[in-house]
């Protein structure tokens, strides 16, 4: 498999990370809403990351799933064709 | 100062003798090796760059065959994958239930023949991908370079190549289809048809015209055959051996400017670079292979700045920004919002470049703020540096990401000081409000603060300013814990912050200097679509170099950029006032003529005839005074035509002699003929700055006022706001030594530092001293017998000598000692004054007349030996001015009368 394939998956994984904020809010996953150090912000962070962070990791999850599935096409393409056309011919 | 765009210091052509096996460096020449033993190489600070003969034929033989497999294959693959898609929405029908009907087209489907056909398909549509994943994953990018520096250059003129250091790279590789297609139609019989290239190079497009029009010529085959006789015999053709020479050359200009593959244009570039004549050629029209390089860059400057960035492409580089979420985790500055901009967010959907020029105060300022403590900076520099862009510059690394950890997600927020004090007004409690913004500002947690003009929140400055803001500001900023950046220029600093220890421990001090002619052309470049959108204009591109050499030459009281931009800016206006769509470097020099209300066009055949007859204009106005004439003169002469040291006043002269022979007149004179009326000269009597304490006078220290407590105007502020004129030190010899020794600096660098730190130039001033040194020994000499002036004369240079030091006489371009005027000359001056007074009557409405034995008349009873000219003027003003105010008193002289000067007013 041609490295620039996994090379990219691994930049989209870094892309769709960074746009989405995932690890960031994971390392901050306790710091109250906009730094406001009342008991208002910190439940009010929490309850929006435990509702923002599961819906990005999905998100996440299917960007490099699909990139994944499109080296994978990549990759047995050109066999399943060759198959295909010889089973046909040969059927 | 002429711009030097540095490019060649970026690559190195060597070549290799096979024979011998000798290596070198070919400097400055550009040889085509024909010799199948000789080859060439380039070599970049990373990468060396080769060609071998059998690549470029099989290049010639191949590629058109190459070309036109890859088109068919691709046509072919088109072709094939149409029945797939026909049968893929066949299929689709088929399962749908739309072709229940249509039971032979089911049939069909599900025969050999179409599962085949389908698999055919399907591999054509790999083979298409495959070419697409192929241009995608390996794009033709060539390796941006830097600098290669002199240790280096020499390392391998002393050592030889170590090519071992270089990564190898194959020039034919980084060839564009175009211009691979282009040699090999060029290529005939083995031989390369250099001239006919260059030909339709300059015919057909290739961005070729693009960057002609930008250099504002015209560039004709018919013209460079008529009149240059550039032809076959000056381009000739080549055997294809001689390519290597030609792509080496070429692809040198690839890398200078910065494109991703050997195009075309690098072809026409590098072959005229090649020959002289083509050289010449460019010249006469004015530019030069270093302007149409540079305008190569600009083109490929916007190509790139229109692309739009490609943050999934793992060939180039990607910096973390935060993401959606990533002001969740910071403070709201909600109260600060009201009198603050956040430049990261203004720089962010900006694709212009910030801080150009300053990469070494960037990377400066980026560190300091990136300090655990004390990461407060302070850019101190002079106004219209570029401190402001600087700081766009770090908002837009911060924006890219290209910044240390301890940045990322940063804001630079920008305090309005004037939006702080009307918001206070609203608010009431100006104290309450600026405690809850500094409150937000440490809460904020990703916010560094940057204050303007900081000089402002300094308590002494701030009682100037009559505002109290000062006062409470100051402490919250001393003490934050959020980072700050101030700017300040270096009067200010040195006044408000040198002297106030806290102020300097809470900052590091970053010095932000000057950018170079270089730079500011790039920072130009960056503004052409602008400009050209707003004055609905054209602009060329020696427009932009006149810009920056005019503004560097002569608007000394602003720096660069901000002197270029002004500059192009005026220009642009003054076009468009003029109704000029195509702006030129001739418009350049105008707009400044008419700004600085000088004299910087193209000579024209009027002022050439009027340079010519300077000499001559001023000796009818100067008597007896030749040799001082021809030298001031011959000064200005240099001055106009451009060919005086730009760096130094354009002439220093020492004038000596007995008083009244014309040496404060000639000053005058010369400030008329040459500056215009309009320009005064300024006269600085040096007997005022005797003592010690007068050279802080003569610096213009800022405490210096007279008696009603006005500030006084200096010397170092009417060369400001006067820069071109006639600067006169009376009795030099009077002044403090030290004050002598400032004249070392003025005489030589043509600046002068004053007292609040500030340089002012002296660069287009002429200067001109006097002394009354030997004034004694001339004056003794005329009163016993003239026949002694020579030796007098030498008698006083040696006095001058002994009274002056020596350095300071060096730096004189002439010491004039000025003749002593005899009866016939104070005739002459005489006819002079008599002149001037009949203008004066005019002006009045009164005509004088004389006959030609009153000047004469006048000569002869006015004269007093050693005391020149004066005499006259008063005996003129007594004797004949008198009578005629009498005449007007007593009613006999009205407008529109005459009268004539009598022997008996005089006698």
Redesign the interface.
């Known amino acids: 498999m ?1 490295i ?1 394939h996994l ?2 998956l ?3 994984s ?2 769709v990370n ?5 690890s ?2 994971i390392k ?1 996953f306790f ?1 109250p ?4 150090y009342s008991m208002m912000g910190y439940v009010f ?1 929490l309850l ?1 990351k435990i509702l ?1 962070l599961p819906i990005a990791f999905v998100i996440y999850l299917i960007s490099i799933i699909i990139y994944t599935i499109i080296i994978l096409v ?1 990759l047995l ?2 066999i399943g ?2 198959t ?2 010889f089973t ?2 040969l ?1 | 100062m002429a711009l030097d765009f540095d490019m060649q210091e970026k690559t190195i052509c060597g070549y290799h003798k096979r024979n011998t096996n000798k290596f070198g460096i070919l400097e400055n020449k550009f040889p085509i090796f024909q010799d199948e033993n000789e080859s060439i190489f380039l070599l970049t600070r990373d990468h060396f760059f080769s060609i071998s003969t059998p690549q470029i034929t099989s290049v010639i033989k191949n590629y058109l065959r190459y070309k036109r497999f890859g088109d068919i294959k691709r046509i072919v693959a088109n072709i094939l994958v149409l029945p797939g898609v026909f049968i893929a929405l066949a299929f689709i029908f088929k399962y749908t239930g739309f072709l229940d009907q249509f039971q032979p087209i089911i049939e069909l489907l599900e025969s050999k023949l179409v599962n085949v056909l389908f698999g055919i398909s399907i591999f054509n549509v790999i083979i298409l991908w495959h070419d697409f994943y192929e241009e995608k994953s390996h794009p033709i990018q060539l390796p941006k370079t830097k600098k290669i520096q002199q240790k280096e250059i020499d390392e391998i003129k002393a050592t030889g190549f170590k090519f071992g250091r270089y990564g190898h790279l194959d020039t034919v590789s980084f060839s564009s289809e175009q211009t691979l297609e282009l040699l090999c139609d060029f290529t005939k019989d083995n031989q390369f048809q250099t001239y006919d290239l260059f030909k339709y190079l300059l015919k057909e497009d290739y961005d070729i015209q693009q960057i002609i029009r930008r250099s504002g010529i015209e560039m004709s085959v018919s013209e460079m055959e008529e009149k240059f006789k550039i032809g076959e015999t000056v381009i000739p053709d080549y055997p294809i051996t001689a390519l290597r020479s030609i792509l080496t050359y070429a692809i040198e200009e690839a890398i200078l400017t910065e494109s991703r593959q050997l195009e075309p244009q690098h072809i026409f570039l590098a072959i005229i670079r090649l020959y002289p004549q083509t050289l010449k050629y460019i010249q006469t029209k004015g530019i030069s292979i270093d302007i149409l390089r540079e305008i190569a860059l600009y083109n490929n400057s916007l190509i790139a700045k229109a692309q739009r960035t490609k943050h999934l492409d793992p060939n180039i580089p990607y910096f973390n920004k935060g993401g959606i979420a990533r002001r969740w985790i910071y403070g709201y500055t909600f109260i600060l919002g009201h009198f603050s901009k956040d430049l990261t967010e203004e720089v962010a959907n900006n694709r212009d470049i910030y801080g150009i020029g300053h990469d070494d105060e960037i990377e400066n300022l980026v560190s300091v703020l990136g300090k655990l403590s004390n990461k407060n900076a302070l850019l101190i520099g002079e106004a219209g540096v570029g401190k402001s862009s600087l700081i766009l510059g770090v908002a837009q690394r911060i924006n890219t990401g290209n910044v240390p950890i301890q940045l990322k997600d940063k804001r630079i927020v920008q305090l309005d000081i004037n939006g702080l004090i009307a918001h206070s007004l609203k608010m009431g409690n100006i104290e309450e409000l600026i405690m809850k913004a500094m409150q937000e500002l440490e809460n904020s947690g990703n916010a560094i603060l940057y204050i303007d003009e900081m000089q402002e929140l300094i308590p002494a400055k701030a009682e100037e300013s009559s505002h109290s803001l000062a006062g409470i500001l100051l402490p919250y900023i001393l003490n934050s814990k959020f980072p700050i950046i101030g700017t300040v220029n270096y009067s200010d600093y040195k006044k408000y912050f040198y002297s106030n220890e806290s102020l300097r421990q809470s900052f590091t001090n970053i010095e932000v200097k000057e950018v170079s002619t270089t730079d500011t052309l790039k920072i130009l470049e960056t503004k052409i679509s602008t400009l050209e959108k707003n004055f609905n204009c054209y602009i060329t591109f020696p427009t932009l170099v006149a810009s920056v050499e005019l503004a560097y030459r002569y608007i000394k009281e602003r720096k660069l950029p901000s002197s270029a931009v002004q500059t192009i800016e005026a220009t642009c206006s003054w076009a468009q006032s003029n109704s000029i769509q195509k702006i030129t470097a001739e418009h350049v020099s105008k707009a400044i003529s008419i700004q600085k209300n000088i004299n910087i066009t193209d000579i024209d055949q009027e002022e050439s005839n009027k340079l010519r007859k300077l000499e001559e204009n001023i000796r009818k106005r100067i008597i007896g005074q030749d040799e001082a004439v021809i030298a001031i003169t011959e000064s200005l002469r240099r001055a106009r035509t451009d060919i005086r040291n730009p760096e130094k006043p354009i002439g220093v002269f020492l004038f000596m002699g007995p008083t009244g022979v014309g040496k404060t007149y000639l000053a005058k004179v010369v400030g008329e003929e040459f500056f215009g009326n309009k320009s005064d000269i300024i006269r600085v009597d040096m007997s005022e700055y005797q003592d010690i304490d007068s050279v802080d006078k003569f610096l213009g220290t800022t405490e210096t006022g007279n008696v009603f407590g006005q500030t006084n105007i200096t010397l170092v502020d009417r060369v400001k706001s006067n820069p071109y004129t006639v600067v006169l030190f009376d009795e030099i010899e009077k002044a403090n030594p030290k004050i002598l020794n400032l004249f070392l600096q003025i005489f030589d660098e043509g600046r002068l530092t004053s007292a609040a730190g500030e340089t002012v130039d002296f660069t287009n001033t002429i200067i001109v001293c006097t002394s009354n040194i030997g004034s004694g020994i001339l004056l003794q000499a005329l009163e016993q017998d003239e026949a002694l002036w020579g030796e007098a004369k030498d008698r006083a240079m040696i006095e001058l000598r002994q009274s002056l030091s020596p350095e300071l006489l060096n730096r004189f371009d002439g010491v004039i000692v000025f003749s002593p005027l005899d009866i016939t000359q104070l005739k002459s001056v005489a006819e002079l004054l008599l002149t001037e007074l009949k203008k004066r009557m005019i002006d009045k409405g009164l005509n004088i007349r004389w006959t030609d034995q009153i000047p004469m008349l006048i000569a002869n009873k006015a004269n007093e030996p050693g005391m020149g000219a004066r005499p006259l003027k008063r005996y003129i003003q007594d004797r004949i001015e008198g009578q005629i105010a009498k005449e007007i008193i007593e009613g006999n002289l009205k407008s529109g009368g005459e009268i004539d000067i009598k022997e008996n007013w005089i006698i």
């Open positions: 041609p620039w090379r990219k691994a930049r989209i870094v892309v960074d746009n989405l904020s995932l960031l809010l901050n710091l809403w906009h730094r406001d962070g929006i923002y990549w393409l050109p064709t060759l295909f056309i046909s011919i059927r």
